[in-house]
Each structure stands twice: as C-alpha cells, then as structure tokens.
C-alpha cells in the first residue's frame, strides 16, 4: 500500500517544522542573552573590584585619603574648567586668530577694533535695543523719501526747508520697520505653528 500525502497534510507538516525551528532558535538566542548577560555582570564587578584596590594601595603609598573619602569630606566638583568665562574667552581669542589671519591687513585692524570686549558688548546691547536692523533700514529709507520730496516741494513752491523733517521722518520710519518686524515674526510664527 502506498501512503499519498494530501496538499494540506503536506502544508501541517511544513508548519510544524517551522514551528520546532523558531522554538529552537528562541531557546538558542535567550540562552545567549543570559551568557552575555552574566559575562557583563563578571567583568563590571572584577572591575570595580580592581578600582577599589588600586585607591586604597595609592591611599596607603602616598597618604592621600580614597576617592570614597573625599567624596565624604568634600563635594564632588564637576570639571568646570570647560565651562569657566576665562576658557570661553580664551576659545574665542583662538579662533579670532584664526579667522584674522586669512584677512588682510586693513580688515584685521578693524576687526581687533570690533571685537573690543567694550565696544562688542555696546553693540550687542544696542543691537537687541535700539539698533535694530529692520529698523534702520525702513527709517533710512523713510526719512530718504520724505527728505527728498520735502525738499522738492519746497524749492519748487519758494519755501524754507525745515531740517528737522529729516529727524522726524527717520523716527517714523524706524517706528514703521519695528511694526513691520512684529508682524512679520507673528505672521511667520502662526504658519509656523499650522
């Protein structure tokens, strides 16, 4: 008698090895996990352990308290070095060495001139102030147009020009570039937020 295998009978059979594999390999894979896992936790140990001889035989030889006795007297400093005012300034003067000397001479004058510790900080005071380049520019502009056209008008009619109408016109102006900046921004940060 010959045995005839069904398709899906073939298809059980498929399965079920399938399966047995998968089991198989989980089983392999987890029993590496927990090897891995206890060869970690050996060496971290063996380490600490060697860490904590060599500061108590340094300790004993130089007469210097461990590292757990001067973390118990004294709080432990983070290296602020790296942080310090006087390594950013350092940091800083390095790289506008740097920076000067791809320039040429009548630029590095003016740049050691800018870069004054005095004059940067005025600068940056005024520039999140008065200064503001939006600002200046529509007043300029402004106080241009109304300076030219005052003074058209007046030659052209016989009158005195008032000087102070460049002074007025630039205030204006410098107030209009604000107001322009903040509807910008605002305009800006609410597509921003959609």
């Given at each position: 008698m010959s045995e005839t295998h069904t398709p899906?009978?073939?298809k059980q059979e498929t399965a079920a090895n399938l399966h047995e594999q998968h089991k198989h390999q989980q089983e392999i894979l987890n029993e590496a996990k927990n090897e891995a896992s206890k060869?970690?936790?050996e060496h971290a140990s063996k380490i600490e352990q060697i860490r904590d001889l060599v500061n108590?035989?340094?300790a004993e030889t130089t007469g210097h308290p461990s590292r757990e006795?001067?973390?118990?007297?004294?709080?432990?400093?983070a290296n602020t070095y790296w942080y310090s005012r006087e390594y950013?300034?350092?940091a800083f003067k390095q790289l506008m060495n740097r920076v000067r000397k791809h320039m040429s001479?009548?630029?590095q004058a003016v740049s050691k001139l800018i870069h004054r510790p005095g004059i940067e900080k005025a600068s940056e005071i005024g520039e999140k102030t008065v200064a503001r380049t939006s600002g200046v520019l529509v007043g300029?502009?402004?106080?241009?147009?109304?300076?030219?056209?005052t003074y058209y008008f007046s030659r052209k009619n016989g009158?005195?020009?008032t000087y102070s109408i460049f002074i007025a016109s630039f205030i204006g102006g410098f107030f209009a570039g604000l107001l322009i900046e903040l509807i910008y921004k605002a305009v800006r940060s609410l597509l921003s937020r959609s």
């Amino acid at each position: 008698m010959s045995e005839t295998h069904t398709p899906s009978q073939e298809k059980q059979e498929t399965a079920a090895n399938l399966h047995e594999q998968h089991k198989h390999q989980q089983e392999i894979l987890n029993e590496a996990k927990n090897e891995a896992s206890k060869a970690e936790n050996e060496h971290a140990s063996k380490i600490e352990q060697i860490r904590d001889l060599v500061n108590e035989q340094a300790a004993e030889t130089t007469g210097h308290p461990s590292r757990e006795q001067t973390a118990q007297d004294e709080p432990e400093e983070a290296n602020t070095y790296w942080y310090s005012r006087e390594y950013r300034e350092l940091a800083f003067k390095q790289l506008m060495n740097r920076v000067r000397k791809h320039m040429s001479k009548p630029d590095q004058a003016v740049s050691k001139l800018i870069h004054r510790p005095g004059i940067e900080k005025a600068s940056e005071i005024g520039e999140k102030t008065v200064a503001r380049t939006s600002g200046v520019l529509v007043g300029s502009i402004f106080s241009f147009i109304a300076s030219l056209a005052t003074y058209y008008f007046s030659r052209k009619n016989g009158y005195d020009m008032t000087y102070s109408i460049f002074i007025a016109s630039f205030i204006g102006g410098f107030f209009a570039g604000l107001l322009i900046e903040l509807i910008y921004k605002a305009v800006r940060s609410l597509l921003s937020r959609s």
